[in-house]
């Protein structure tokens, strides 16, 4: 039985840093790999490069301790953890594999016989096994789990990352782990690994796609939710009601449990992960499918209450034009809290009203310190800074919903104001 001395995690962004503190802070010693030459040499240093409340007083622990150090070079290890974006392609939305079949060949090189390689990355439906292929493609010289079965030397598994952000370094531990090996031993090794740390459950799948179909059915599940509760904003909309006291007085109701509508879904998981399942099965996916076109239209739904709004300021003030009108946007991040962008619908909307509005945009986002690409002449201003003549409500902050409304034309997309 190999035991776990050292371990490599490939990719140290949103799942993968946290991941290798947590093995790091059991006092295993493990070696984050990062093409990020930036995110490298800050971890060196004890510091993090993403947001997420915890994560930096670890990382400065176990890097000081010596337990965990980052480079852009894959070395031997007796378990590899894979945690590179699978993005999709195109307006197919297809899986883009490209980053797993990158992560693959850098680990090819250095695996050893009784070696682990764990898939983390949210993935389609197959994605374990075309990884154990380009593993078996570059190293013919071992034996994989897909030729050899539980007798092979490289054992290959996948188990979805399944945490909040903003609470990952809690539910790393706490939360169940679903596990599907390609074997029964494959299974076994990584249920062994993860019980360093986890107290949850570690539940094995009976093959690696089911635990992948686990995590984008769990991810589905939150995206047709959300989709009832945007369609209901748009219903309400059209009959001159207010949404929230509709959805406050539904979920009074004892088996009710309505969510709350927003700009539209973001995030790498539930904008992304229906995808998954309707390119898997396109003729089987109706309500999926559907749930995912009416989140991705929500974004420009709430850009025309935005543009209705600065047409009512112009008309309460006769002599402005709109390059005189003053935009506020409050929220970039695609869920409250965090700095993560990735998929966010606030961002998509800003970076919409900021190309078509003649007059100043304010951004106010306290959780980043300079504005991405796209926002053009946007200045990036404290929400307590901002005097506006309209203001759009994106994301719901903490330091937002503790503040009171502002004068002007509001936009509310998250009921702070409402």
Same mark, same amino acid.
């Given at each position: 039985?190999?035991?776990?001395?050292?371990?490599?995690?490939?990719?140290?962004?949103?799942?993968?840093?946290?991941?290798?503190?947590?093995?790091?802070?059991?006092?295993?010693?493990?070696?984050?790999?990062?093409?990020?030459?930036?995110?490298?040499?800050?971890?060196?240093?004890?510091?993090?490069?993403?947001?997420?409340?915890?994560?930096?007083?670890?990382?400065?622990?176990?890097?000081?301790?010596?337990?965990?150090?980052?480079?852009?070079?894959?070395?031997?290890?007796?378990?590899?953890?894979?945690?590179?974006?699978?993005?999709?392609?195109?307006?197919?939305?297809?899986?883009?594999?490209?980053?797993?079949?990158?992560?693959?060949?850098? +680990?090819?090189?250095? &695996?050893?016989?009784?070696?682990? !390689? /764990?898939?983390?990355? #949210?993935?389609?439906?197959? $994605?374990?096994? @075309?990884?154990?292929?380009?593993?078996?493609?570059?190293?013919?010289?071992?034996?994989?789990?897909?030729?050899?079965?539980?007798?092979?030397?490289?054992?290959?598994?996948?188990?979805?990352?399944?945490?909040?952000?903003?609470? +990952?370094?809690?539910? &790393?531990?706490?939360?169940?782990? !679903? /596990?599907?090996?390609? #074997?029964?031993?494959?299974? $076994?090794?990584? @249920?062994?690994?993860?019980?360093?740390?986890?107290?949850?459950?570690?539940?094995?799948?009976?093959?690696?796609?089911?635990?992948?179909?686990?995590?984008?059915?769990?991810?589905?599940?939150?995206?047709?939710?959300?989709?009832?509760?945007?369609?209901?904003?748009?219903?309400?909309?059209?009959?001159?009601?207010?949404?929230?006291?509709?959805?406050?007085?539904?979920?009074?109701?004892?088996?009710?449990?309505?969510?709350?509508?927003?700009?539209?879904?973001?995030?790498?998981?539930?904008?992304?992960?229906?995808?998954?399942?309707?390119?898997?099965?396109?003729?089987?996916?109706?309500?999926?499918?559907?749930?995912?076109?009416?989140?991705?239209?929500?974004?420009?739904?709430?850009?025309?209450?935005?543009?209705?709004?600065?047409?009512?300021?112009?008309?309460?003030?006769?002599?402005?034009?709109?390059?005189?009108?003053?935009?506020?946007?409050?929220?970039?991040?695609?869920?409250?809290?965090?700095?993560?962008?990735?998929?966010?619908?606030?961002?998509?909307?800003?970076?919409?009203?900021?190309?078509?509005?003649?007059?100043?945009?304010?951004?106010?986002?306290?959780?980043?310190?300079?504005?991405?690409?796209?926002?053009?002449?946007?200045?990036?201003?404290?929400?307590?800074?901002?005097?506006?003549?309209?203001?759009?409500?994106?994301?719901?902050?903490?330091?937002?919903?503790?503040?009171?409304?502002?004068?002007?034309?509001?936009?509310?997309?998250?009921?702070?104001?409402?």
């Amino acid at each position: 039985m190999i035991e776990f001395k050292k371990i490599s995690v490939i990719g140290l962004g949103y799942i993968g840093l946290p991941t290798a503190a947590m093995f790091a802070s059991r006092k295993v010693e493990v070696v984050g790999v990062d093409v990020n030459q930036r995110a490298v040499d800050m971890i060196n240093r004890g510091k993090v490069h993403i947001v997420e409340p915890d994560l930096d007083l670890v990382v400065r622990a176990v890097v000081t301790q010596g337990y965990l150090r980052a480079t852009t070079v894959c070395e031997p290890a007796e378990a590899f953890l894979i945690a590179v974006p699978t993005p999709f392609t195109g307006d197919n939305h297809d899986p883009d594999l490209s980053y797993i079949e990158a992560a693959a060949r850098l +680990v090819a090189p250095v &695996l050893e016989p009784g070696n682990l !390689v /764990i898939l983390e990355s #949210t993935s389609p439906v197959g $994605a374990t096994e @075309a990884l154990a292929g380009w593993l078996a493609g570059a190293r013919p010289d071992l034996s994989f789990p897909q030729t050899a079965g539980d007798a092979s030397d490289i054992r290959v598994a996948h188990c979805p990352e399944r945490v909040l952000p903003g609470k +990952v370094m809690q539910e &790393l531990i706490t939360n169940d782990r !679903v /596990i599907g090996g390609m #074997t029964a031993a494959c299974s $076994a090794a990584a @249920a062994r690994l993860y019980r360093t740390f986890v107290t949850g459950e570690c539940v094995i799948a009976s093959g690696p796609r089911v635990a992948e179909m686990a995590k984008l059915t769990e991810n589905s599940f939150r995206d047709v939710n959300i989709a009832f509760a945007n369609e209901l904003s748009l219903i309400c909309d059209a009959l001159g009601m207010d949404v929230w006291e509709l959805i406050r007085l539904a979920n009074r109701h004892p088996r009710v449990s309505i969510l709350q509508p927003g700009p539209g879904v973001g995030g790498h998981c539930i904008a992304v992960d229906p995808w998954f399942i309707v390119s898997s099965a396109p003729d089987q996916t109706r309500l999926i499918r559907t749930a995912r076109e009416v989140n991705d239209s929500k974004p420009e739904w709430v850009i025309e209450k935005v543009r209705a709004a600065i047409g009512a300021h112009l008309m309460e003030n006769p002599g402005k034009t709109a390059a005189d009108v003053t935009l506020a946007i409050y929220g970039l991040a695609f869920k409250p809290d965090i700095d993560d962008l990735r998929e966010s619908p606030a961002l998509e909307i800003a970076q919409a009203l900021v190309a078509a509005h003649a007059g100043p945009v304010l951004v106010a986002e306290p959780n980043i310190e300079s504005l991405p690409p796209g926002l053009g002449t946007a200045r990036l201003v404290a929400h307590e800074e901002i005097r506006a003549d309209v203001h759009a409500m994106l994301v719901d902050h903490k330091p937002f919903k503790s503040s009171p409304p502002p004068a002007g034309q509001i936009v509310d997309a998250r009921g702070v104001w409402g």
